[in-house]
């Protein structure tokens, strides 16, 4: 499984800050894809693959465009 660092293209709760996901394609900085965000689905930009994180992660839903 691979773990990234999204930016939502839309915000949520006032936050500013990147979300993580998991993937079990690997992606590239700057690839545009779709991710859950609550009830919702948004758009978000792949910043940066990461590690493993210590809490659960949901999976990039899918790719829409590469760089």
Known sequence: MNYYL?????TFHN???LL???SEQKLSVGQIVTIPLGK???LG???QK???PDFA????S???YDQ
């Open 6 to 10: 999204i930016a939502p293209a839309k």
């Open 15 to 17: 936050s500013d800050s």
């Open 20 to 22: 993580t996901y998991e």
């Open 40 to 42: 919702q689905s948004a």
């Open 45 to 47: 930009i792949v910043m």
């Open 50 to 52: 990461c590690d493993k």
């Open 57 to 60: 992660t949901k999976p990039i």
């Open 62 to 64: 899918s790719i829409l």
